[in-house]
T-cell receptor, first 114, second 109 residues
């Protein structure tokens, strides 16, 4: 692995189903982030984690949960998916020792909720 | 509230020069980033400014004026592969990255 990986690449999900989007980084970055990107709205922060064991809410956290059991993994869970959660989801990471919060992005997960 | 403004879309001609502006109002300032995002792909880092002035990197340059809350990204000798969205982002006093909605740049032959 080099950088950040996300899985799955894309998913079609029935409303009401539970879904976990996976994110793994091998750069030993302390901070990780989940964004959603919708046309015309840019990147919106869902949840973040400044270090393993801690998480925080971003701009649009409702309907989503995260955990950070270790440095490398930062899964995002939709407990009961709704159509408004149709979006492209990006995971990112940053190292506090680098440029002020320069973030590195995974390839994204395209999620469709029907 | 915190706000970053940039034009929604711009069109330019191959070989020409284009300037993409970004204005920001944030609680504190710890740097400004420009990212490039091709359609269907992840954003990738282009430039970083923390002090006033111009940073040049090949065909791309980025300018910052902290007193005016203003930055621009200058792209020279435009190529078709420069067709992408360009995202402006500011690190605030809490080291949170605040993102603009992005500028879609269309390059015509």
């Amino acid at each position: 692995i080099a950088g950040i990986t996300q899985a799955p690449t894309s998913q079609i999900l029935a409303a009401g189903r539970r879904m976990t989007l996976r994110c793994t980084q091998d750069m030993r970055h302390n901070a990780m982030y989940w964004y959603r990107q919708d046309l015309g709205l840019g990147l919106r922060l869902i949840h973040y984690s400044n270090t393993a064991g801690t998480t925080g809410k971003g701009e649009v956290p409702d309907g989503y949960s995260v955990s950070r059991a270790n440095t490398d993994d930062f899964p995002l869970t939709l407990a009961s998916a709704v159509p408004s959660q149709t979006s492209v989801y990006f995971c990112a990471s940053s190292d506090s020792s680098g440029r002020a919060n320069e973030q590195f992005f995974g390839p994204g997960t395209r999620l469709t909720v029907l | 509230g915190q706000n970053i403004d940039q034009p929604t879309e711009m069109t330019a001609t191959e070989g020409a020069i284009v300037q993409i502006n970004c204005t920001y109002q944030t609680s504190g300032f710890n740097g400004l980033f420009w990212y490039q995002q091709h359609a269907g792909e992840a954003p990738t880092f282009l430039s970083y400014n923390v002090l006033d002035g111009l940073e040049e990197k090949g065909r791309f340059s980025s300018f910052l004026s902290r007193s005016k809350g203003y930055s621009y990204l200058l792209l020279k000798e435009l190529q078709m592969k420069d067709s992408a969205s360009y995202l402006c982002a500011v690190t605030d006093s809490n080291y949170q990255l605040i993102w603009g909605a992005g500028t879609k740049l269309i390059i015509k032959p």
